[in-house]
């Protein structure tokens, strides 16, 4: 299993200001993803982060919009850029069982809210 | 491609009563299957998996059978408390690639006392 710490849990921005969300793994894990889940909704994947490369991210999504960094096994970053109200939502880092046991973990969310 | 399908919500029970929430699910290979609970306020977490047909998942009183004959994953609980109160989502995940789940929309349950 593994462990994950997420922050902040919320916040509330003004538009057109960055958030910066970290998210902190027990373990080493090869690959780490971030989430959106807007409000009534499941969720959609933005990207894929991988330590030493590029992240991949999902259609409709983009780099300059939400731009990631993956310096080392065990921490990720997600940024959201020139926020609006769109924005608002809550933003999920996961990971995936090292041990092949094919389930995901979860951080506990930050829950985004931009005025 | 792979898909998951449940049913609306929200869910509104009485306190002890039976519940059943519904997933379907279509995929290009062989799924292991999965429902995750998330409390309000915090992240996903496991709540049960299956990962071949026939198989049942079980955790805290809740249960869900693998049937592939009806591409179904339901989930199951013979008496629910007011903690049980949260959304609940069906989710698969198909072997041999990178491991992304594909998540249903979410069912959204309510218990009251």
């Known amino acids: 299993s593994a462990v994950i710490s997420q922050k902040p849990s919320r916040d509330i921005c003004q538009r057109g200001t960055s958030l910066t969300i970290q998210c902190q793994v027990d373990?080493?894990?090869?690959?780490m993803f971030w989430y959106r889940q807007q409000p009534g909704q499941s969720l959609t994947l933005i990207a894929t982060?991988?330590?030493?490369?590029?992240?991949?991210?999902e259609s409709g999504f983009v780099i300059d919009k939400f731009p990631i960094s993956r310096p080392n096994l065990t921490f990720s970053t997600l940024t959201v850029s020139n926020m609006s109200p769109e924005d608002s939502s809550i933003y999920l880092c996961?990971?995936?069982?090292?041990?092949?046991?094919?389930?995901?973990?979860f951080g506990q969310g930050t829950r985004l809210t931009v005025v | 491609g792979d898909s998951v399908t449940q049913m609306e919500g929200p869910v509104t029970l009485s306190e002890e009563a039976f519940l059943t929430i519904n997933c379907t699910y279509t995929?290009?290979?062989?799924?292991?299957l999965f429902w995750y609970v998330q409390y309000p306020g915090e992240g996903l977490q496991l709540l049960l998996k299956?990962?071949?047909?026939?198989d049942k998942g079980s955790n805290k009183g809740f249960e869900a059978t693998y049937r592939k004959e009806t591409t179904s994953f339901h989930l199951e609980k013979g008496s629910v408390q007011v903690s049980d109160s949260a959304v609940y989502f069906c989710?698969?995940?198909?072997?041999?690639?990178?491991?992304?789940?594909?998540f249903g929309r979410g069912t959204s349950l309510i218990v009251h006392p």
């Open positions: 989710a698969l995940s198909v072997s041999g690639g990178s491991y992304i789940p594909t």
């Open positions: 996961s990971v995936e069982d090292r041990q092949g046991a094919t389930e995901a973990f």
């Open positions: 373990s080493q894990v090869t690959m």
């Open positions: 982060a991988n330590q030493g490369s590029e992240a991949t991210y």
């Open positions: 995929a290009t290979g062989y799924p292991s």
């Open positions: 299956a990962t071949k047909a026939d």
